[in-house]
């Protein structure tokens, strides 16, 4: 998955949960 603003991650990530974010 591509890098996007660590905000931007940070944010989704604290809505959705780390799962869709899985390295």
Known sequence: ???MDD???G???S???NS???D
């Open 20 to 22: 869709w974010f899985a």
């Open 1 to 3: 998955m591509p890098k």
């Open 15 to 17: 809505i959705f949960g």
């Open 11 to 13: 944010t989704i990530q």
């Open 7 to 9: 905000l931007v991650i």
